[in-house]
């Protein structure tokens, strides 16, 4: 089954009023030298792989705890955004300088989640993540009252809990599908606790005042939009502490900016309403923010609008160089 990481109706509103296609350039080309051409596509034509979050049986033998979800779990959590999010859109395409608590909360959650679902989060962390599993089975077998636990429960001895807990590691450690699986149990795992680490920032996020920049000059966006500029001024694709700048585009006219030191003291006066600035922004900034989208693209870069994609199609040079 092809699913989405970014879904549809996000690329959708890149659309040009009464048109359902978009035009991409495909960066990915750039790696070998070629020149970055562009094509038309429908939204549902993009961001997508087979069962990219479909719990198959091989996942379930590395990770039991998850052997009771059925194999479209994930994906059909995804569905909620398909008819609140352009919704929420479409409010402030209208106009409106507020949404509602719900609203907001949704909107944020939203952008988090094509963020972490996306990708390139998945590629980018494998590395880290094979010795954040190293990591945690060494501790297991160090944890003096998770062993006597262990031993107890299972009736085994001290020898057979190692051998056992070592087996599991080199199976998950050497599993060909690592950024696959650890990033659909990373997720299982955040259904089936808590959404500490999304509640955390989500919270932040809605503590800071919104702007809406706006421009008659289209805003690109990507197979992986958005990004946050640190206080050493580098371009990160998630950065949510200790000085940070996070720029989401949300249509070709508007894009979303939140940076954590402006306090939105309205929204600390009453938290069912979240206000919303906006204004006009030069050309310069536009391209500032276009060129800044291109440091975390995966493979693609959209537009609606043909004159802007052949524009970019052009001069586009190797992106991520310097991010993180």
């Not at 048109?19 to 034509?45: T, V």
């Not at 107890?152 to 599991?168: A, C, G, N, P």
């Not at 600390?268 to 536009?286: A, F, P, Q, R, T």
Request: aromatic share 16%; with cysteine.
């Amino acid at each position: 089954m092809d699913q989405h990481y970014l879904p549809k109706c996000y690329l959708k509103e890149f659309c040009q009023v009464g048109d359902d296609f978009l035009y991409k350039i495909n960066c990915g080309l750039i790696k070998y030298g070629r020149r970055a051409g562009y094509k038309k596509m429908h939204p549902s034509e993009g961001c997508y792989e087979k069962d990219y979050f479909t719990i198959t049986e091989d996942f379930k033998k590395l990770y039991p705890r998850f052997q009771s979800y059925e194999p479209y779990f994930i994906e059909k959590q995804f569905h909620s955004y398909e008819t609140i999010y352009p919704s929420i859109i479409n409010k402030l395409k209208l106009g409106q300088k507020w949404l509602s608590f719900k609203d907001a909360q949704i909107l944020i959650y939203a952008l988090f989640e094509f963020k972490i679902r996306n990708r390139f989060f998945r590629d980018k962390t494998e590395i880290s993540k094979r010795q954040v599993a190293i990591d945690l089975f060494d501790e297991y077998l160090m944890n003096t009252k998770k062993r006597a636990w262990a031993l107890q429960k299972f009736h085994i001895t001290e020898d057979e809990l190692t051998k056992h807990v070592s087996m599991m590691k080199d199976d998950i450690i050497s599993d060909p599908h690592y950024a696959k699986h650890s990033h659909i149990a990373a997720i299982m795992m955040r259904y089936e606790n808590d959404n500490s680490t999304h509640d955390f920032v989500i919270s932040n996020l809605l503590m800071y005042k919104w702007v809406i920049f706006k421009s008659d000059r289209l805003f690109l966006t990507s197979d992986n939009p958005g990004y946050s500029i640190g206080v050493d001024n580098i371009v990160y694709n998630t950065r949510f502490l200790d000085g940070f700048h996070f720029v989401f585009p949300l249509t070709p006219s508007m894009c979303l900016c939140i940076t954590d030191d402006v306090i939105d003291f309205k929204y600390y006066d009453n938290m069912s309403i979240k206000h919303i600035e906006s204004g006009l922004v030069s050309d310069d900034i536009v391209s500032r923010i276009n060129n800044m989208c291109l440091k975390h693209v995966v493979n693609y870069v959209y537009s609606g609008d043909k004159n802007v994609i052949e524009f970019y199609s052009k001069d586009i040079k190797w992106v991520g160089a310097d991010s993180k």
